[in-house]
């Protein structure tokens, strides 16, 4: 899919070169040097260490110009109260794409690496208002006809069906191997996503967030299997998530249909790959979880808390565009201008006055406001679930390499490993071992496929809700239907 100069946007009035409007700008027209010249948040350096590069921008006051790849400006907020007021401004500031001035000025290329990660869809994430609301219901209704117990069952199963195949061989990638793949075989499952799938899904996805010269390309290889699978159950519907969003009352176009799987498939993977990833990286380096694992769970969920303040999944993104032109945070801003939040900034700002971390889960890894993620506890039970199950299962496991050797994948969003090697003792009677897979690339799901989670009987009734109570019901919240507004980056 290419992006489409849609006409609902309007940039206004542009300065002509020169003027002082310009003047502090990001790029295209912005300083090219000195105190107020943007930051790059791409390459080597900042991939090693981006709080080095988050302290700089501090410096600076609590919003400041970056570069999210050469040529490409935005403005990242880096204060913890900052960031609660932009992500909770929806008057300010607005969620859709077709509001950003520099692309509807040409000044930033349709091949650019970024714009996949940035561009307007018409989806849950990229949209306000009505239309938001409309995806937002068709998600939530459909997820919500799954069993989370069942879920529960799955992701322990599809454990210990990955642990089988490397235990046996005393050595691992635990990013390629497992992290990478228990988000996969749930979205596979769920969705009745062909399991033969799995490396070319994964490969895809990898390449939008790290922002390359594949990302186009990568993005129209999503769109075009989700635009396959789509065919195939409009023609033999099942229980699945994509058969039910088929059939909600909201009557999606195949378009939006695509859009919005997509998407789930985009957050449902990366994410909670990275926050699995990034706490068992901590839980075998830090010398306050390394010599505790055989104490139970509370290790777990202590490292899930330090990852989520220190080192987020999604480190910089809750992208808005301004409405009009506003001085925020001491900075005046354009219409039409791309805000950026870092949750890995904003959650280490030096002003916050927290006693400490572990417990506190008043962090914005899951953002705020209108497009907030309430989804914390679904996404702690997979990751939870499946470290839990790994370290129960390989007690001695250690990393292969020390940790400040470990690699991290270059890119502005993200925080997100090259891999993660670790060797533990032989297990006896494990399954075979299968051969190395490259790093960072997945290996294929096995043929074997645990069980899909089980779904609720019943169509959707004539005024448009499901049988079982609706997302925004009274009475407790389904589990599952809070997974969805997660996967959607809500």
């Known amino acids: 899919?290419?992006?489409?100069?849609?006409?609902?946007?309007?940039?206004?009035?542009?300065?002509?070169?020169?003027?002082?409007?310009?003047?502090?700008?990001?790029?295209?027209?912005?300083?090219?040097?000195?105190?107020?010249?943007?930051?790059?948040?791409?390459?080597?350096?900042?991939?090693?260490?981006?709080?080095?590069?988050?302290?700089?921008l501090r410096a600076r006051g609590p919003i400041a110009p970056v570069e999210l790849s050469p040529g490409v400006?935005?403005?990242?907020?880096?204060?913890?109260?900052?960031?609660?007021?932009?992500?909770?401004?929806?008057?300010?500031?607005?969620?859709?794409?077709?509001?950003?001035?520099?692309l509807n000025e040409g000044e930033v290329p349709q091949d650019c690496p970024v714009l996949p990660m940035l561009m307007y869809r018409p989806n849950a994430l990229f949209t306000d208002g009505e239309e938001?609301?409309?995806?937002?219901?068709?998600?939530?209704?459909?997820?919500?006809?799954?069993?989370?117990?069942?879920?529960?069952?799955?992701?322990?199963?599809?454990?210990?069906?990955l642990i089988d195949a490397f235990a046996g061989r005393g050595e691992a990638d635990l990013?390629?191997?497992?992290?990478?793949?228990?988000?996969?075989?749930?979205?596979?499952?769920?969705?009745?996503?062909?399991?033969?799938?799995?490396?070319?899904?994964?490969?895809?996805?990898?390449?939008?967030?790290?922002?390359?010269?594949?990302?186009?390309?990568?993005?129209?290889?999503?769109?075009?299997?989700?635009?396959?699978?789509?065919?195939?159950?409009?023609?033999?519907?099942?229980?699945?998530?994509?058969?039910?969003?088929?059939?909600?009352?909201?009557?999606?176009?195949?378009?939006?249909?695509?859009?919005?799987?997509?998407?789930?498939?985009?957050?449902?993977?990366?994410?909670?790959?990275?926050?699995i990833a990034n706490a068992l990286r901590l839980l075998l380096s830090d010398d306050r979880f390394a010599g505790e694992l055989s104490g139970g769970s509370l290790p777990v969920q202590d490292a899930l808390d330090e990852v989520l303040w220190s080192d987020p999944p999604m480190a910089n993104f809750g992208t808005r565009f301004v409405r009009y032109d506003v001085e925020v945070g001491g900075v005046r801003l354009r219409r039409g201008d791309a805000v950026l939040t870092s949750y890995a900034a904003a959650n280490t700002d030096p002003q916050l006055t927290s006693g400490g971390r572990l417990g506190n889960r008043a962090h914005l890894a899951w953002s705020v406001g209108s497009h907030r993620c309430p989804?914390?506890?679904?996404?702690?039970?997979?990751?939870?679930?499946?470290?839990?199950?790994?370290?129960?299962?390989?007690?001695?496991?250690?990393?292969?390499?020390?940790?400040?050797?470990?690699?991290?994948?270059?890119?502005?969003?993200?925080?997100?490993?090259?891999?993660?090697?670790?060797?533990?003792?032989?297990?006896?009677?494990?399954?075979?071992?299968?051969?190395?897979?490259?790093?960072g690339v997945p290996a294929p799901a096995p043929a074997a496929q645990p069980s899909a989670p089980a779904a609720p009987s019943g169509p959707f009734d004539g005024t448009g809700r499901p049988e079982r109570p609706e997302s925004g019901a009274s009475g407790p919240r389904r589990l599952w239907g809070a997974l969805g507004q997660w996967w959607r980056g809500q």
């Not at 799954?146 to 199963?157: G, I, K, N, T």
């Open 1 to 56: 899919m290419t992006y489409r100069k849609d006409a609902g946007a309007d940039p206004g009035a542009v300065p002509p070169p020169g003027c002082p409007a310009h003047t502090g700008g990001p790029a295209h027209g912005g300083p090219v040097g000195g105190r107020d010249a943007a930051v790059p948040l791409y390459g080597a350096d900042f991939a090693a260490d981006p709080h080095a590069f988050y302290a700089r």
């Open 132 to 161: 938001h609301a409309r995806f937002r219901g068709a998600i939530n209704d459909s997820l919500g006809r799954v069993d989370v117990h069942a879920l529960s069952e799955f992701v322990e199963r599809s454990a210990d069906m």
């Open 73 to 102: 400006g935005a403005y990242l907020v880096t204060s913890y109260a900052l960031a609660l007021e932009v992500q909770r401004d929806t008057e300010r500031f607005a969620k859709d794409p077709r509001n950003w001035r520099a």
């Open 375 to 439: 989804a914390e506890s679904p996404s702690r039970v997979i990751a939870s679930v499946a470290i839990e199950k790994l370290l129960d299962r390989l007690p001695d496991l250690e990393l292969a390499v020390p940790a400040e050797r470990l690699a991290w994948r270059t890119g502005p969003f993200h925080r997100a490993l090259v891999a993660l090697p670790v060797r533990f003792p032989v297990v006896a009677g494990a399954g075979p071992a299968p051969a190395p897979m490259p790093t």
């Open 175 to 275: 990013l390629s191997e497992y992290a990478a793949i228990i988000p996969l075989l749930v979205f596979n499952q769920l969705f009745g996503s062909p399991p033969e799938k799995g490396r070319e899904l994964v490969r895809t996805v990898t390449a939008l967030f790290d922002v390359g010269p594949e990302s186009a390309r990568a993005n129209d290889q999503m769109l075009g299997y989700m635009a396959d699978l789509v065919a195939v159950k409009r023609r033999e519907p099942g229980p699945d998530v994509t058969s039910w969003m088929i059939a909600h009352p909201s009557r999606l176009t195949d378009e939006e249909l695509i859009e919005q799987m997509g998407l789930l498939l985009a957050a449902g993977t990366e994410p909670q790959l990275n926050l």
